[in-house]
Structure formats: structure tokens, C-alpha cells
């Protein structure tokens, strides 16, 4: 009896031994893939960071300690490149900038949003293929729009005006617009619009006071894209712009001279066209994230 009692003891014994074994097994698995983890963010974190804060500290220096490493941290700094690139005409490419992408996101949202509720809700023939075209001029190479749109332009005097860049963007503005907002509008129920056609609502007023509502987070999300990727457009602004016309992404390379290039001039100027894109960005992600992150849940 006291040796079965002393052998059920020790068994006892044993898995507990066991047990804490693979508990302590578990935690250590789970420390080891937390700090590979932070280890891969940290990494990444860096590999985004490192380059803007060199960018900037770089907008600081003059020519001299420009290059120099390892630079020197707490001295050496100087608001020259900042006070010389007020003397330049990049202030008015910054304004251009402004107001095309502005005027871009605004007709590219007028356009494509009823768009994309056109082929949400009505069926017609060909309706894939048209779907497919429009998929296609996102996917497209800007090269593929650029040299036509530039012969169309010069004959009609649209090279280097605001409709002319703003008609160029909306060759890729439109299709993301109508590609982003159609899953948002799928997920809107139906018989929400036909009660308010019932009421005797209009079309019209179905759009505007049942569907846009119900789709805003779609549409912040798609606006702060469309946007964003005016703003640091660059080969259409290339192309189609010059002189007092150009945005601040080609007013960047115009520090670019034969000669040599002027860094801290570049440097200043690659910082004042990024800083209201991560101003923007730190107040709207919140809407961006959440819009684009049910518009993935409901489509």
C-alpha cells in the first residue's frame, strides 16, 4: 500500500516537473519570437526613418560639412539653404503643387465615385470588360499616356496649364478613385435605396444623402491617396510642365546643374515638399486606415 501510495507520489511528481518544463519551453519560445520580431520592426523602422532624418539634418549643413563623416551632431547646423531657396522660384512650384493636386483629387472624386457606384449597382453588357479597361489604365506605364496626351496637347495649347496637368493626372486618379470606392459602395445595402425610392427620394438624393454617407470612409480614404500621389508625381510633371509652371517634385531637380549639383538647395527642397505629406499623413491615417480597412472587411 505505502509503495503504490510513494509511486502515485512520485508519478505526481514527475508531471509537474513535465508541466512546468513545457511551460517554461513555451515562454521561452514566445520571448525568442517577440524579440525576432521587434528585432525585423526595429529594422524596418530604421530602414524608413534613417534616410528622412539624413535628409534633413543634410538640409542643415553647408557645402563644406555637407559630406563630411561621421557628421557632427550638435554643431555645424545653418538656415542658409532654407533662407536661399526663399530667393528661388521653387515657392511658386510649391503652389503649383497645391493647387494641382487639390484640383486633381477634387474632379478625380466627381468623376470616379459615381463611377464606381455606376458599375456597383447597375448591370450592363460588357460590364466586365469595361471593369477590366478601367484596371488596365491604372496598371498602365505613365510612358503609355504621356506622348499622345503631349501631341493632343500642343495642338490644342493644353502644354503647360493647369488643365493640361490635371486632365494627365486623371488618367491614373480616376481608375484608383473607381477601384478603392466600388467595394464601399457593394457593401451598402440595397434596400436602404429602395426604401428611400419608396419615400420618393430622386435618384440624385439617393446618392447624395443615403450612399455617400454610408460610404465616407471610403471616400476620405481614396481622396488621401489620390492626393498624396499627386503631390509627389513626377513624370507627367515632367513632361508637361516647365518654368513657372512646374510642381515642387520638378522644381527639386532644377538644383540639379550641369556643373554640379547644389545638395543643400535639393536637401531643403526635398524636405519642405515631404513635410506636408507626413503632416498629412499623422492626421488623417486614422481615417485612411480604418476606411481601407473596411472597405477590406465588407468587400
Do not use: C
Not at 9 to 34: A, G, H, M, V, Y
Not at 208 to 227: D, M, Q, R, W, Y
Amino acid at each position: 500500500m505505502e509503495q503504490s501510495v510513494t509511486m502515485t507520489t512520485w508519478q505526481d511528481e514527475n508531471k509537474r516537473i513535465e508541466n512546468k518544463r513545457i511551460i517554461i519551453s513555451q515562454k521561452n519560445k514566445n520571448i525568442i519570437s517577440k524579440s525576432f520580431n521587434f528585432i525585423i520592426l526595429f529594422l524596418f523602422i530604421a530602414l524608413v526613418l534613417v534616410p528622412i532624418l539624413w535628409l534633413v539634418q543634410m538640409s542643415f549643413r553647408d557645402a563644406v560639412l555637407v559630406f563630411r563623416m561621421p557628421p557632427p551632431i550638435f554643431s555645424g547646423y545653418t538656415f542658409e539653404n532654407y533662407i536661399a531657396i526663399s530667393r528661388t522660384p521653387f515657392l511658386r512650384h510649391l503652389l503649383n503643387s497645391v493647387i494641382v493636386s487639390t484640383l486633381s483629387t477634387t474632379v478625380a472624386l466627381i468623376i470616379g465615385v459615381p463611377a464606381a457606384y455606376a458599375i456597383s449597382r447597375y448591370r450592363f453588357r460588357r460590364e466586365r470588360i469595361i471593369s477590366l479597361w478601367i484596371l488596365l489604365a491604372r496598371m498602365a506605364l505613365p510612358i503609355g499616356f504621356a506622348f499622345p496626351l503631349f501631341l493632343i496637347f500642343a495642338r490644342i495649347g493644353l502644354n503647360n496649364t493647369y488643365p493640361g496637368i490635371i486632365i494627365a493626372y486623371l488618367t491614373f486618379t480616376i481608375p484608383l478613385v473607381v477601384w478603392v470606392m466600388r467595394p464601399f459602395l457593394d457593401s451598402i445595402p440595397v434596400d436602404m435605396e429602395e426604401a428611400a425610392v419608396v419615400d420618393g427620394a430622386s435618384s440624385w438624393q439617393m446618392f447624395f444623402k443615403i450612399v455617400l454617407p454610408l460610404a465616407a470612409p471610403g471616400l476620405v480614404s481614396v481622396g488621401i491617396l489620390t492626393f498624396i500621389m499627386t503631390w509627389i508625381e513626377f513624370f507627367y510633371a515632367l513632361i508637361f510642365t516647365r518654368g513657372r509652371m512646374m510642381t515642387a517634385p520638378v522644381g527639386v531637380v532644377n538644383f540639379m546643374f550641369y556643373i554640379g549639383w547644389d545638395w543643400g538647395l535639393i536637401t531643403s527642397a526635398g524636405v519642405i515638399v515631404m513635410v506636408p505629406v507626413i503632416i498629412f499623413s499623422l492626421f488623417t491615417h486614422k481615417y485612411l486606415i480604418s476606411g481601407l480597412t473596411a472597405g477590406a472587411i465588407k468587400g
